[in-house]
């Protein structure tokens, strides 16, 4: 079984930062992308960032410019750095990873269990 386990949420006031971090464990052979998405009730969830294992990124034009994903592939690491936070940021954050489990194993994806972010004053 694959773990991804969240921490760093929070409240924080408008203007603020927060650094969200995400370690993946278990039975990985290896992960492409990882990658945060977040959501809000009553809404679908939506990406937020990716980083895929050679270090190509891709961003929300929401986020674009205050928010920065970084991984650690050793480590089966992803970071999120967020700056600039605004009200409408707030929301549960999920970590994910398409991965394998074996080498030429099927991709799958994961999902944390996710992380509050509440921007308010």
């Known amino acids: 079984q694959v773990q991804l386990v969240e921490s760093g949420g929070g409240l924080v006031q408008p203007g603020g930062s927060l650094r969200l971090s995400c370690a993946a464990s278990?039975?990985?052979?290896?992960?492409?992308?990882m990658g945060w998405y977040r959501q809000v009730p009553g809404k679908q969830r939506e990406l937020v960032a990716g980083?895929?294992?050679?270090?190509?990124?891709n961003y929300a034009d929401a986020v674009k410019g205050r928010f920065t994903i970084s991984r650690d592939n050793a480590k089966n690491t992803v970071d999120l750095q967020m700056n600039s936070l605004k009200h409408e940021d707030t929301a549960v954050y999920y970590c994910?990873?398409?991965?394998?489990?074996?080498?030429?194993?099927?991709?799958?994806?994961?999902w944390g269990q996710g992380t509050q972010v509440t921007v308010s004053l």
């Open positions: 980083i895929t294992s050679g270090s190509s990124t």
């Open positions: 994910h990873a398409a991965l394998r489990e074996q080498y030429q194993g099927p991709t799958r994806l994961s």
């Open positions: 278990g039975r990985i052979f290896s992960i492409n992308v």
